[in-house]
C-alpha cells in the first residue's frame, strides 16, 4: 500500500499540513489561480451540511507548526448554490497563514470550520431600487459570491460593483468575473443589463481612476453611469475594505442619508472590514 507522507520521509511543509489524517474539518483544494505577485483565489470542496447566505465569511486555514489549526475569517466568494466554495486571498509577505496557504495545490487539504457569519446579506438591508457593492483590494471576495446571487437581481433593478485597487493587476479577478458572468448558463440572463462595473486603480494609470469614496461625494460615478445621486428611498449599499476606507465611506453614504443596518435591524447600508490591521 502507497502510504502518504511517511513519517521517516522529509516533506515541504504544506504537504505535510495538508496530509489527511491530522486535518478536522478538512477539505480538499480543486483549483488554484494566481492573479499576481500577491493575490490569488483557489476553490475548494464543500461539505455536504453547509449551509450560508452569499456573503457571509467563515473560518478557514491550516495547521501550524506545531500541528495546532491556524485559522483565518475569509468571505467566501462564490455563491449560495455552488457545489464548491471559492475564496479570494491575499498574500501577506510573512503572514502566518498566507505565507503557507499561498503555496496550496490541488489536492491538497485544508480545514474549513463550517459556521458561516456575516453582515454583508441581503437580510440586512431594507427592499430598494439599486444595490451598490462598494470595495477595496480583497473586500471584493464577499460581493464575487452577492454578483452571482439570483436574489440580487431578484431585489434589485440595478446592481453597481465599485471595485478600487492601486494597480490594474489587482482588479483581475473582479473583471474577469464579471465579464464571465452575462455568459454564465445558470444567471447570465438575470445579470444582463443590470450589472454595472465600476472598477478604479489609484496608483497606476487605467481608464477610471480615483477613489470610491471621492467618485461618490463628486458625483462622478453618478455622471458616468447616469444614475442619480444616491438617496436614501431607492439606494442601497454594501461595503467591505480596510478600517479606513470603511470609514472613510460610511460618512459619504450618511451625507446622502442612509443609515447603517444590521441583521437584526435592516436599513439602508452594511458594512464588514475586509482585514484586520493597517498594513503589512
Ligand atoms: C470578516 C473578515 C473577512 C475576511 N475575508 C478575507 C478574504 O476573503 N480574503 C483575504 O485575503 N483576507 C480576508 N480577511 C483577512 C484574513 O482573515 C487574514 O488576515 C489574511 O488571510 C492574512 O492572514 P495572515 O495570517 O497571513 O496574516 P495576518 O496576521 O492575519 O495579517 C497581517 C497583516 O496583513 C494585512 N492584511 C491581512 N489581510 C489582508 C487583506 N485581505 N488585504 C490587505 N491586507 C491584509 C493586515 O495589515 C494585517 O494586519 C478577512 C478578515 C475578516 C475580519
Ligand atoms: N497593494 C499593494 O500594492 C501594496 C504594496 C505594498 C504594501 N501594501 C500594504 O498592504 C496593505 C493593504 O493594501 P491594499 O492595496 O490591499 O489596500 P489599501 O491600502 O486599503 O488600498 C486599496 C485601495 O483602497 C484605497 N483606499 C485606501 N484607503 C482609503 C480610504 N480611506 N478611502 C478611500 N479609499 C481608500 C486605496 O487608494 P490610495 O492608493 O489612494 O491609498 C487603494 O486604491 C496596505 O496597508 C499597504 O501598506 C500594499
Redesign the pocket.
Given at each position: 500500500m502507497f502510504v502518504r507522507n511517511h513519517a521517516r520521509v522529509p516533506v515541504p511543509d504544506t504537504q505535510a499540513q495538508t496530509a489527511k489524517p491530522h486535518l478536522p474539518d478538512a477539505q480538499t483544494v480543486t483549483a488554484v489561480t494566481h492573479w499576481n505577485e500577491s493575490l490569488f483565489s483557489f476553490r475548494v470542496t464543500r461539505p455536504q451540511s453547509l449551509r450560508f447566505r452569499s456573503g457571509e465569511?467563515v473560518m478557514i486555514g491550516l495547521l501550524d507548526d506545531r500541528g495546532k489549526p491556524?485559522l483565518?475569517?475569509?468571505?467566501i466568494?462564490s455563491p449560495a448554490w455552488d457545489e464548491e466554495l471559492e475564496?479570494?486571498?491575499?498574500k501577506?509577505p510573512d503572514?502566518?497563514?498566507?505565507?503557507r496557504?499561498q503555496h496550496i495545490k490541488v489536492g491538497q487539504e485544508i480545514i474549513l470550520r463550517p459556521k458561516p457569519v456575516?453582515t454583508l446579506v441581503h437580510d440586512a438591508l431594507l427592499p430598494g431600487k439599486r444595490i451598490w457593492f462598494l470595495a477595496t483590494?480583497?473586500g471584493i471576495?464577499p460581493f464575487a459570491s452577492l454578483m452571482r446571487e439570483p436574489e440580487t437581481y431578484e431585489k434589485y433593478e440595478q446592481v453597481i460593483m465599485m471595485h478600487t485597487c492601486r494597480t490594474v493587476s489587482e482588479l483581475e479577478y473582479g473583471r474577469q468575473l464579471v465579464e464571465n458572468l452575462e455568459a454564465d448558463p445558470l444567471i447570465g440572463e438575470m445579470v444582463a443589463g443590470k450589472l454595472r462595473y465600476y472598477a478604479t486603480t489609484t496608483r497606476e494609470a487605467s481608464p477610471r481612476m480615483g477613489r470610491i469614496t471621492d467618485n461618490l461625494a463628486s458625483g462622478k460615478v453618478f455622471a458616468d453611469l447616469g444614475l442619480p445621486r444616491m438617496n436614501p428611498a431607492e439606494d442601497r449599499a454594501m461595503v467591505c475594505g480596510?478600517l479606513a476606507f470603511n470609514v472613510d465611506v460610511k460618512a459619504v453614504l450618511e451625507s446622502f442619508g442612509l443609515r447603517e443596518g444590521a441583521n437584526s435591524e435592516p436599513r439602508e447600508y452594511v458594512v464588514?472590514?475586509?482585514?484586520?490591521?493597517?498594513?503589512?
Open positions: 465569511f491556524l483565518r475569517a475569509y468571505s466568494a475564496f479570494y486571498s491575499i501577506v503572514g502566518p497563514l498566507t505565507s496557504l456575516g483590494g480583497t471576495a480596510s464588514e472590514k475586509a482585514f484586520v490591521g493597517d498594513g503589512v
